[in-house]
């Protein structure tokens, strides 16, 4: 029996620059809504299952169908189930760096995960790539990616899709939304196209628990028929689905975020002593041999430290993006 590879939870306080979260919570009218909605909540009753509510209204945003859409208690589960269906005791094709939690499922579900580096410093190898995805029994992988914030083109996405038939591709798109181009209207071309998203970045809902993953609809009832019964709780679905009613306070949100990332991007460029990497999410990572003077800095920051020389940063409000930027000027003066 294999060991199972945890991931670590943080629960922090002081500013959250840490999980790419969004840093502003709901609108307060929003909020009231859902309060209002949660009186009516049948709470002594199971959830719906199939959560059609929600369904039906991300297929209203996303312009897909409800057949191509399965829910999950954030995305995370569905990686999970994901792995479960299409690569138990099989091998699973992911990038490093790229998201831990791709370890912890591989490892629960006996899974052999085999990692094409990515040198972060050179354009990306798509042919070596689409050669080491012939060994596997799936390919997955973040795009943008997590910690690095590089975004794949579409254009290498589809040859690599192509190239890999009939062995299936999940694209982890939890950042999509941040990044100019996504892979949602290639879904009708590519069979072995599988898609993940969330509402707990963009959409400013991670205390909600709420993911989806989108595919042909074959694929979602293959993995429909695996998932536990009532997996997205009544008050999440009923929350969630009044957000995405109000869907038209999120492209604001998104932009301004956006604007600050690109804003911190280009004054990170006079650093000397810090390799900042080109971001299409709402966070930027950066590999630094001072990176232990700048955390010492960071006082009630907190950011994500990863146990090389990198460290994430989630894009804040525009204070906070001042404050990091001056902390990182300051950290790439200072006289060792
Ligand atoms: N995929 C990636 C690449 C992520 O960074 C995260 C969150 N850190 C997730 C999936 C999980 O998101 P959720 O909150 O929907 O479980």
């Known amino acids: 029996m294999k060991t199972i590879k945890t991931y670590q939870v943080t629960q922090s306080q002081g500013i959250l620059l840490n999980a790419n979260e969004c840093g502003e919570n709901l609108p307060l009218t929003v909020r009231e809504e859902i309060a209002q909605a949660a009186l009516d909540l049948a709470y002594n009753r199971y959830p719906d299952d199939e959560c059609k509510e929600l369904l039906n209204a991300y297929a209203k945003v996303m312009n897909l169908s409800t057949e191509q859409l399965i829910a999950g208690n954030g995305s995370d589960e569905l990686l999970g189930l994901l792995i479960s269906v299409l690569a138990a005791n099989k091998s699973v094709l992911t990038l490093d760096p790229d998201f831990s939690m791709y370890d912890y499922y591989a490892s629960v579900h006996q899974a052999e995960l085999l990692k094409f580096q990515h040198d972060l410093h050179r354009p990306f190898d798509l042919d070596a790539f689409i050669q080491m995805g012939k060994k596997a029994d799936l390919i997955l992988f973040s795009n943008p990616n ?59 809902l991670a205390g909600l628990r709420v993911g989806f993953a989108i595919s042909n609809p074959a694929m979602i009832q293959r993995l429909k028929a695996a998932k536990v019964p009532y997996n997205v709780n009544s008050f999440s679905q009923r929350a969630a689905s009044i957000v995405l009613k109000h869907d038209e306070i999120f492209a604001p949100r998104t932009a301004q975020i ?10 990170c460029q006079s ?31 907190k950011i994500r430290d990863y146990s090389d020389d990198g460290f994430r940063i989630t894009i804040g409000s525009p204070d906070q993006n001042e404050r990091i930027i001056s902390l990182l000027k300051q950290a790439d003066k200072e006289i060792l």
């Not at 997590?146 to 040859?159: E, K």
């Not at 892979?183 to 707990?200: F, G, P």
């Not at 690109?262 to 004054?267: F, G, H, R, V």
């Open 271 to 301: 650093l000397k002593h810090f390799t900042v990497y080109p971001s299409k999410a709402n966070f930027i990572y950066f590999r630094s041999k001072r990176k232990a003077v700048f955390m010492s800095l960071l006082d009630d920051i």
């Open 258 to 267: 956006i604007h600050e990332r690109e804003k911190m991007l280009a004054a």
């Open 146 to 204: 997590n910690p690095s914030g590089i975004a794949l083109s579409a254009a290498d996405l589809c040859q690599l899709v192509e190239a890999a038939a009939p062995i299936p591709v999940i694209i982890d798109e939890a950042y999509a939304e941040f990044n100019d181009e996504s892979m949602i209207d290639k879904l009708a071309v590519y069979e072995n196209l599988i898609l993940t998203r969330t509402l707990s970045k963009a959409y400013g």
